[in-house]
């Protein structure tokens, strides 16, 4: 089983993560640049939708394509398998990258030098920290004015709670940016926008009068300061910390210049866990059982409105997966096996015959699966970490073509399972209510029960704040809850009990007055 273990060593899976703009796409296509996934820079298209407000559906349908194409990109560099899980960039899709952060085994963020941490890097971390997920930060944009390297780390451990401990440090910015000092690898990396990679030279002393040589004498001296006071104020870096998610390490570079991203990556193939393992309700899977499970962490729907199959995609957790193998469909409780499960190498898709721990499986699926949804060789297992978050906003939807309710019940229904948005029903009078996190899913629901399943739907206004799962120990307490509040009470999809708060007043006063009682922000408790 040697080479079993060797392709689970050697491969190393992540998502790239940043605020919009702070330069995902770029460093995506650097990295596969260097891996010779793609020749030319360009190959990657920008995983956004550009026109956020209007409804422009074309946009959305190209995103579609240009996501199922990118979703994951695999490339081999030195002797590793990299799989880099793409995640939309848009905020109202945020949910699909909570919930591709849940197949991978470490992240990325990219930041903006200017900008700093910004509320979409923030909300992403959060839910990796929720994991304990190893996060590596690159500080990009170096050749523009940005803010001080000192202030970014305070503001990260500020805003993100990370704790960090610099491994470059960059040579000025902007106009006057000269490179970085790689204090991992104790070497100076001197940028010039027309090099290729920057210029680097060894360099274990910075006290050598040489440094003056390099980058001019003010630049020498700022440099031995701020490196003396990082050896002072930071953490040295300390392998294990990083893989519990108790420090990450921090790199500056520019990724449009291509500087400072071989550092990043020589050093994340380094230092970056393979494959982890994964708990589940039962038990702890660790990716070197010989048997396989995985689950489903996104499904995506055909293009082709034609064509009703979808790709789930599965993350290999443990043992080998095979192609034209029976494996239990756990939450159907059949056997399921699958003749053309494709792998994603870069933008190709091929058919694979084996996938090991680590590994993205696509499965064409005519309606089997949902998110969550889990194979194994036969054990009862259900993985943990796939929450649903509570929504922000919800309206009302309504059946608008009285001859297409059947058709209507059933896009909702495996819409839902696809992790478009989320539904709850109203306990009182059964209305359902669709809650997202921004405006566009509402958008694109409505599109899809058209295009994909000939349903109209029409949306009305309901005020609420929040809604949250609700449970307690009490069972006297949490009857009297859901008598007392019927009119606020609903299920979700799941059936289980969600309270619909309107205002952020009546959540406090909830929480103040049911004590015995548990709100939970996320379904997974
Ligand atoms: P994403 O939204 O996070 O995927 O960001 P993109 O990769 O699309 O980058 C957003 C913009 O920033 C693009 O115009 C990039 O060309 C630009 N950009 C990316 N990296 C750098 C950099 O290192 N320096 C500068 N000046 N611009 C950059």
Redesign the pocket.
């Known amino acids: 089983m040697a080479n079993f273990k060797e392709e689970i060593e050697k491969r190393r899976t992540f998502a790239v993560i ?10 995506t296509e650097k990295l596969l640049l260097f891996g010779g996934a793609i020749q030319v820079a360009g190959a990657v298209k ?3 939708i550009k026109k956020s407000t209007t409804s422009d559906f074309m946009e959305i349908e190209k995103q579609r394509g240009i996501s199922v194409a990118t979703s994951v990109m695999g490339f081999n560099y030195r002797d590793c398998n990299i799989n880099i899980l793409d995640t939309p ?1 848009h905020k109202d899709f945020a949910e699909d990258t909570y919930r591709t952060l849940t197949a991978v085994d470490s992240v990325i963020v ?1 930041m903006d030098v200017a900008k700093g941490v910004e509320e979409q890097t923030k909300k992403l971390v959060e839910v990796c920290r929720m994991r304990d997920t190893p996060v590596i930060v690159f500080i ?5 004015e940005g803010k001080d390297g000192f202030d970014l780390l305070d503001e990260i451990e500020d805003k993100l709670k990370l704790t960090t401990c610099p491994l470059s440090w960059p040579i000025g910015m902007g106009q006057t940016f000269k490179g970085v000092y790689n204090l991992y690898q104790k070497q100076l990396n001197l940028f010039s926008p027309n090099t290729k990679y920057g210029n680097i030279l060894g360099f274990n002393d910075i006290n050598s009068s040489e440094l003056e040589k390099h980058i001019g004498d003010d630049a020498a001296e700022i440099l031995r300061e701020e490196v003396e006071t990082i050896e002072g104020v930071y953490p040295s870096f300390d392998k294990e910390k990083y893989l519990t998610g108790k420090l990450s390490p921090v790199f500056f ?5 291509n ?1 400072g991203v071989k550092e990043l990556l020589d050093c994340f193939i380094e230092i970056a866990p393979s494959p982890v393992n994964f708990k589940t309700e039962e038990r702890v899977i660790d990716p070197y059982e010989d048997k396989f499970s995985g689950f489903v962490f996104k499904i995506h729907a055909n293009m082709d409105p034609r064509h009703r199959d979808r790709i789930a995609f599965l993350r290999v957790c443990s043992g080998t997966f095979q192609r034209n193998t029976n494996y239990l469909h756990v939450r159907k409780d059949k056997k399921i096996k699958f003749s053309n499960p494709t792998t994603f190498m870069a933008s190709k898709k091929e058919v694979v015959e084996n996938a090991y721990p680590g590994d993205i499986v696509g499965l064409y699926d005519s309606g089997n699966f949902k998110i969550g949804d889990t194979l194994t060789e036969g054990e009862i297992l259900h993985f943990k970490g796939i929450p649903s978050f509570s929504p922000e906003q919800f309206k009302y939807i309504e059946n608008a073509d009285p001859m297409k309710s059947k058709q209507l019940a059933k896009g909702i229904r495996q819409l839902m399972d696809e992790g478009v948005a989320q539904l709850f029903t109203k306990n009182t009078n059964n209305r359902k209510i669709i809650g997202t996190v921004g405006q566009l899913q509402f958008e694109v629901l409505q599109y899809r029960l058209k295009h994909e399943y000939g349903a109209s739907c029409r949306y009305e206004p309901i005020n609420l704040h929040k809604a949250c799962w609700i449970t307690s120990q009490n069972e006297t307490k949490l009857s009297e809850f859901i008598r007392k509040k019927a009119n606020y009470m609903a299920k979700d999809k799941e059936g289980r009990d969600v309270y619909l708060a309107e205002s952020r007043w009546m959540l406090e006063s909830a929480q103040t007055d049911y004590p015995e009682l548990e709100f939970h922000f996320t379904s997974e408790f």
């Open positions: 940043a605020h919009p703009d702070g330069g995902k796409t770029t460093l920008s995983n956004k960039g990219v990009n944009k170096m050749d523009r570079g520019s990724a449009v210049n500087f």
